[in-house]
């Protein structure tokens, strides 16, 4: 029996030294470069984006720079810029800098928000707490890429009045079946597979052009004149409108907690730096009287 745990402990740690060895991505003299390396930082130049999702050029780019910054790293020792004082003084400020930050997330941390509270705060402000009006729509597209000529232009409206045309005497399903084939075989749009259909959104969500169309039609209806955005020229067909619903409190609570915890956090910070203030001894030069002459 012990043998046999031996022997799992043993594949255990085989294979969490296999997981850490698939994430070195380049070894400088003896120092590996991991993907969080990496990832760490991609995130501090640009918050979205991810290493993951570079191309090969862009990630051999990074590993470049994660090389150069070990050897620099080495060189810098090497010179003896630890000891310099201006090093050392740089160091104190980031030492009392990261210990403020670690205190102020310690009394973040020790702030605590009830569910009674929460709950009572989401029953007091309902009206906040809402998903807002959308609508299900389809389109059809025909593309005005930007700079284009006057010709191309009334090229793509001519076609998008053409399916007008087609569609303006239909009614119900007849003009929703009609309206999915001519956006499967006409539509420039990437939606065209999927016979135009754009799903559930906000008007926030889609440029104003065509949510101003889109707000105005009624359930089952299409667009009479080709819509304009800086896509080309829109045919819309709106299905239906989604009123705004208030959200459930499971849905917010942890929106309302963090919120509410916040608050708090603030309030504390405050009457604490007003407390160690008055027991202080604090001296402003602006404020001190001028000498005398």
């Known amino acids: 029996m012990l043998k046999l745990a031996k022997t799992s402990l043993l594949a255990v740690a085989v294979m969490a030294t296999s997981v850490v060895a ?37 990630q051999n780019m990074i590993k470049q720079r994660l090389v150069e910054k070990i050897l620099f790293t080495e060189l810098a020792k090497k010179e003896g810029v630890e000891n310099d004082a201006e090093f050392k003084a740089a160091i104190a400020k980031i030492k009392e800098e990261l210990l403020v930050n670690v205190w102020m997330k310690k009394q973040l941390d020790g702030t605590l928000v009830s569910d009674s509270e929460a709950k009572e705060f989401y029953e007091k402000n309902k009206e906040k707490f809402k998903q807002p009006e959308s609508v299900t729509a389809s389109h059809i597209l025909f593309k005005v890429e930007k700079g284009s000529s006057a010709e191309k232009d009334a090229a793509a409206k001519k076609k998008a009045e053409a399916v007008i045309k087609e569609l303006k005497s239909l009614k119900g399903d007849a003009l929703k079946v009609k309206f999915t ?57 709106l299905e239906k409108k989604n009123p705004a619903i208030a959200l459930p409190y499971d849905a917010v609570k942890g929106r309302i907690i963090a919120s509410l915890k916040q608050k708090q956090f603030s309030v504390k910070i405050a009457e604490m730096a007003k407390e160690l203030k008055s027991k202080a001894k604090i001296v402003d030069a602006s404020q001190e009287a001028a000498p005398a002459k």
């Open 22 to 58: 698939s994430d070195i991505l380049v070894t400088v003299n003896g120092k590996n470069v991991t993907k969080q390396d990496a990832e760490q930082f991609v995130a501090a130049a640009q918050p979205n984006a991810h290493f993951s999702q570079l191309d090969k050029a862009q």
């Open 181 to 237: 084939e001519l956006a499967k075989t006409k539509s420039e749009g990437p939606s065209a597979p999927k016979g135009g259909k754009l799903g559930t959104f906000t008007k926030a969500q889609m440029v104003p052009e065509f949510s101003t169309a889109a707000w105005t039609l009624k359930d089952g209806s299409v667009t009479l004149a080709p819509v304009k955005t800086q896509f080309g020229y829109h045919v819309i067909y």
